[in-house]
């Protein structure tokens, strides 16, 4: 059993920054890949971004490339997501999951999730 816990949301204006963790319980925290999702007011669930258990492969939506970087700490169990140039299209509540095997886009693909923390950009 994995449990996770956001921090870092919160309010910033257009071209800001923000970064957020996710801290893992469980020791099992390293071989897990991880993912950051995010769900915006009426719209779907969808991946922003995620790495593999060994921090070797990353995958990026086209939205967020060069703007969002995702790392990893497994001896801190946590991992990170570093938010630049942050665009008003950014607001959501991102959550992060866990999951075994490869990276993949579904939802269903990740066991664990956080209760997801709150990320508002003014225009």
């Known amino acids: 059993q994995v449990q996770l816990v956001e921090s870092g949301g919160g309010l910033v204006q257009a071209g800001g920054s923000l970064r957020l963790s996710c801290a893992a319980s469980?020791?099992?925290?390293?071989?897990?890949?991880m993912a950051w999702f995010r769900q915006a007011p009426g719209k779907e669930r969808e991946l922003v971004t995620a790495?593999?258990?060994?921090?070797?492969?990353?995958y990026y939506r086209d939205s967020v490339s060069g703007r969002f970087t995702i790392s990893r700490d497994n001896a801190k169990n946590t991992v990170y997501l570093q938010m630049n140039s942050l665009k008003p299209e950014d607001t959501a509540v991102y959550s992060c999951a866990a999951g075994s095997g490869v990276i993949v886009s579904s939802g269903s693909g990740y066991d664990y999730w956080g209760q997801g923390t709150q990320v508002t950009v003014s225009s």
């Open positions: 469980g020791r099992t925290f390293s071989t897990y890949k």
């Open positions: 790495i593999s258990w060994n921090g070797r492969t990353t």
